[in-house]
């Protein structure tokens, strides 16, 4: 196995023992950017220089016998919406093509206090705005099981670096499955914690009541993991929650005898693939010989989640993408006056999926229909939520399939937007809620992976730690790969 395959786990024993330095795998890794992402296309930023000094800092640091940490030494890469002082942030947008911005994210600062080595920034859909990774307006990531297949989005280099082994961890984030649905489609462990328990300060807004940032890892031990490097409270975000934080790699015990796991009836509904159907049901019965308790339950206003997601979303995505104006930052285009300015800015610097989206919420905010439409589409968001509160009353879990289909192929649904927003129908009720949840490999459906998503309370990311791992120790679906030299030189002919 080459090094760049391995877990974080398995890196940090190497790293421990000395049985490879820092820049000796971040070189590897480099490496194997440069011979798979050409094809791949994951990255928007390689870090290359930069990466090798962290590393080499990395290595002095170690050789003197300090302290390493658990993530010390170990390269990973960020989706390209999260804040890097000195390195491009462009949100995979001609908008930001140019901006540089003066300071880190927090989830950033908190990753190089770990000591971890930065490759590089990563693509999306622009602004976030997307299910395939077909948005960005530099490039179209493809997926490592098969080029003709979208890896999913908007978190998808994320995802694919991962799958792909050009990073032993990424960062993505989360509006309404972002993480889960790359996740699912190529083959990795993908969270979407908690509202308020990763810091959002740094993070470019879409739409800030439903954003989270997570990690996409090869392993659940992995994801806690960096969990436990990102999470917690931070003064600079007023979003973010004052919660006691676990070491979420206590929850990484092979045992869910007794746990209660709920089947919601309406994610099985129309649009699920029957084959990603009866995947997820193998999944559910692996559990049941495991001791878990399952039955089915309801999410009565399940249906609605969609109309109203893409209601508040937008809406959001209006007021928050109104200070690209070519004033201050970002792309500027040349007009005779001021208002001109703003308008060619706009209508130049935006994609068709970011500017479709700012008319819908600037429709769905105007006067008249406020009450109509947003207004409304907010008493449904407490509706789901008290759902969610209904069920977990009675169940530790809730399980769903992560995505109704398996990876589509380019320009499948890219022009049906509706189709295309579908996509999400299993995973946007937990943004609206504001509850964690995590993606784990689950099997395959004509040679692509699936995903089984595993709802939980708000901030009992542990309990979904616990189910993950124990389901994860019992299969093999997560040691899987894709076999990347056939699928590049299948891809290429």
């Known amino acids: 196995m080459s090094v760049v395959e391995k877990s974080v786990s398995e890196l940090h024993e190497l790293l421990v023992h000395r049985d490879v330095s820092s820049t000796e795998l971040t070189k590897a890794y480099i490496d194997r950017i440069h011979s798979a992402d050409p094809d791949l296309q994951a990255y928007l930023t390689i870090l290359e220089d930069q990466a090798l000094a962290q590393a080499a800092e990395f290595d002095r640091k170690i050789a003197q016998g300090e302290d390493i940490g658990t993530l010390g030494g170990i390269p990973m890469a960020l989706k390209d919406n999260m804040c890097t002082e000195g390195v491009r942030t462009s949100c995979a947008s001609k908008m930001l093509d ?29 602004f976030a705005m997307g299910s395939s990774t077909e948005n960005s307006n530099f490039a179209k990531t493809r997926n490592p ?26 960062l993505g984030s989360d509006t309404g499955g972002s993480i889960r649905q790359p996740a699912a489609f190529c083959g990795v462990v993908g969270m979407k914690p908690t509202y308020g328990a990763v810091s959002r300060f740094g993070l470019v807004a879409y739409a800030s009541s439903l954003d989270q940032i997570g990690p996409l890892t090869k392993t659940v031990r992995d994801n806690a993991l960096v969990m436990n490097a990102i999470a917690g409270h931070d003064l600079k975000d007023s979003t973010s929650v004052p919660y006691e934080k676990p070491d979420y790699t206590k929850f990484l015990v092979n045992d869910i005898k007794g746990l209660k796991i709920g089947i919601p009836r309406e994610y099985y509904g129309e649009g699920i693939d ?29 249906e609605y989640a969609i109309p109203s997601y893409y209601l508040i979303a937008t809406a959001e995505a209006s007021s928050n993408l109104a200070r690209y104006d070519g004033v201050r930052y970002g792309y500027r285009a040349e007009a005779a006056d001021v208002l001109g300015m703003f308008k060619t800015t706009r209508a130049k610097g935006f994609g068709p999926e970011v500017k479709r989206r700012i008319m819908l919420g600037t429709y769905a905010l105007s006067s008249g229909y ?24 009675k169940y530790d879990v809730l399980l769903s399939p992560t995505a109704p289909t398996p990876a589509f ?14 996509s999400d129908v299993t995973t946007v009720p937990v943004n609206l809620a504001g509850i964690p949840a995590i993606s ?32 994860e120790q019992n299969t093999n679906y997560h040691t899987l790969k894709p076999n990347l030299g056939e699928v590049l030189a299948r891809g290429n002919r």
């Open 409 to 422: 192929k380019f320009g499948e649904k890219s022009a049906n937007p509706l189709a295309m927003y579908l």
């Open 98 to 126: 140019n901006f540089i911005p003066p300071y880190n994210a927090t989830v950033t600062d908190r990753l190089r206090a770990a000591g971890t080595i930065l490759l590089g920034k990563l693509n999306m859909d622009e």
């Open 440 to 471: 784990i490999p689950a099997g395959f459906v004509n040679g692509l992976p699936i995903g089984m998503q595993l709802m939980g309370k708000a901030f009992a990311e542990g309990t979904l730690y616990r189910i993950a791992y124990t389901f």
């Open 370 to 393: 406020y009450d109509a439409y947003y207004l409304k589409a907010q008493k449904v968001r407490t509706l789901i939520k008290q759902d969610f509160d209904k069920a977990f009353e």
């Open 274 to 302: 029957s084959d990603v159907a009866k995947g997820i049901q193998a999944g559910i019965q692996t559990l049941i010989d495991l001791g878990a308790e399952v039955e089915e339950c309801s999410l009565p206003h399940t």
């Open 145 to 170: 099981w098969n080029l003709e297949c979208v890896p999913g989005g908007s978190s998808g280099g994320s995802a694919v670096s991962v799958a792909a082994d050009e990073a032993a961890f990424t």
